[in-house]
């Protein structure tokens, strides 16, 4: 038998059951006029599917929570952070299992080396104590730590000294040596690498150097796990990053080995990139593998996913799902790592996640009621208005009853934002935190 899990006062699930039967009776109403609509327009039956079953599989679309994400963000301008944030990283996972429990879809969380480092054998009992596990682990070569001998100022496993790349390889090694402690299956890699004036850097050589440290770090990796190779076009660097966009990552991934993913955060591109369909052409390299959720209006803005452009995170999921029909199709599946990569510099953090928890099953579930077939078919008949007409149909449909029936069917809160804020756990963190803070325990 399992054992219980751990409660993290105030919210228990007493506080959740009664804020669910407070609101129950309406949920099931909104739930049977949604499905009596679509069984009325042919939508389910074209899908050869039911509410139920569109419902369980919205529900096993489970976020990797940032470990980062979970405190207040700043910009480099400044940071204000909230009352009882959390400073340990066994703070974060506490709030990391607070978002899970509401929201019935984070059970993982990506940590960020060295900035939580820990004991592993501490990590796995505290995480597992409250329901999480480890997602991803990512490394980090863009800052300099405290007693590193050679810096990252001018690049890390791109740097054209030996001594700084052998270091950085070194950093990412000793990275997935933690992460096999903590049951962690991938390794995300993201290097600031590039140029901040033309003439710097020797565009090819810097190319070819990173995907030769790639291919050590990879070779270096269990047999279960996965690289996985983020880019961005700048910042840090603001003339020319070595690993810029998605083209250049799949090649660093080909000449890295196989197990070698692109990593695609949606924050990464230049303003009106087409990311639903970097999205189609890498998962037909077989090179997709995973993303960072969030979403931008001026450039790596880092704000909640679905607050911009939830159409552009919509079109995105249904470009997911036709690669999963390909994958099968071929006898294969999709493994993909969903996680947030987002940074709350207004918002409480866990609500920004909890929301964001909601905004990637809305678009999930409104992807899943696109009639493929029919889309198809206005493709074949170069039918552009069909095919748009399609799309945006789905789009148009109100799937909040699906989303709070996934949620309440995994007893998690029907209304999560309203049963968060009523219960108080921020203010009895803060409490607590600032106490701790005072002795100087529990901050790592
Ligand atoms: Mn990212």
């Keep these: ?96 299992a607070v978002v899970n429990r509401l929201s019935g879809g984070a059970s993982r969380v990506s940590l960020h080396i060295p900035w939580d480092g820990a004991e592993p054998a501490a990590l796995v009992g505290h995480a597992g104590a409250l329901g999480l596990s480890f997602d991803a682990i990512n490394s980090n070569t863009f800052q300099d730590q405290s007693g590193q001998k050679l810096s990252y100022r001018l690049g890390s496993l791109s740097h054209p000294d030996g001594a700084v790349r052998r270091q950085a390889i070194d950093h990412n090694l000793s990275v997935v040596e933690l992460g096999r402690a903590i049951g962690s299956k991938a390794l995300t890699v993201w290097i600031g690498d590039g140029a901040d004036a033309p003439g710097q850097l020797h565009f090819r050589r810097s190319l070819e150097r990173v995907a030769s440290s790639l291919g050590e770090i990879h070779s270096a990796l269990p047999v279960d796990w996965r690289l996985l190779v983020e880019y961005k076009p700048y910042e840090p660097a603001f003339y020319a990053s070595v690993i810029q966009d998605w083209g250049t990552a799949l090649w660093a991934c080909e000449t890295a080995g196989d197990r070698a993913r692109v990593l695609v955060d949606l924050g990464h591109h230049l303003p009106g990139a087409n990311i639903e369909q970097i999205v189609a052409y890498l998962a037909a390299r077989g090179r997709l ?95 552009p208005l069909g095919a748009e007409l399609l799309l945006k149909d789905a789009f148009d449909i109100d799937v909040r009853p699906v989303l709070a029936m996934a949620r309440k069917r995994k007893q998690a809160a029907i209304d999560p934002i309203a049963v968060f804020r009523s219960s108080g756990y921020r203010a009895a963190r803060a409490l607590e935190r600032t106490a701790d803070r005072k002795t100087g325990g529990g901050i790592v």
């Design 1 to 96: 038998m399992s054992k219980p899990l751990r409660e993290l006062p105030p919210i228990t699930q007493e506080l959740i059951d009664a804020s669910n039967a407070e609101v129950s009776s309406a949920l099931e109403e909104d739930y049977a006029a949604l499905e009596r609509q679509l069984e009325r327009r042919g939508v389910l039956r074209a899908l050869g599917t039911t509410l139920d079953e569109l419902t369980s599989r919205v529900a096993e679309l489970d976020l990797a929570l940032p470990s980062w994400g979970l405190g207040t963000g700043g910009t480099r301008f400044g940071r204000f952070p909230g009352p009882g944030e959390p400073g340990s990283v066994f703070e974060k996972l506490d709030d990391a």
């Design 289 to 383: 593998g995973g993303f960072h959720l969030n979403d931008s209006k001026y450039g790596d803005d880092d704000v909640t996913a679905g607050s911009i452009k939830p159409y552009q995170l919509f079109l995105i999921f249904c470009e997911i799902i036709e690669a999963e029909r390909e994958a099968r199709s071929a006898g294969g599946a999709l493994d993909l790592a969903y996680m947030i990569d987002q940074s709350h510099n207004t918002k409480d953090p866990i609500e920004a996640l909890i929301a964001t928890v909601q905004e990637a099953r809305k678009a999930y579930a409104r992807a899943l009621l696109v009639d493929r077939v029919r889309l198809y078919e206005h493709q074949t008949a170069c039918d």
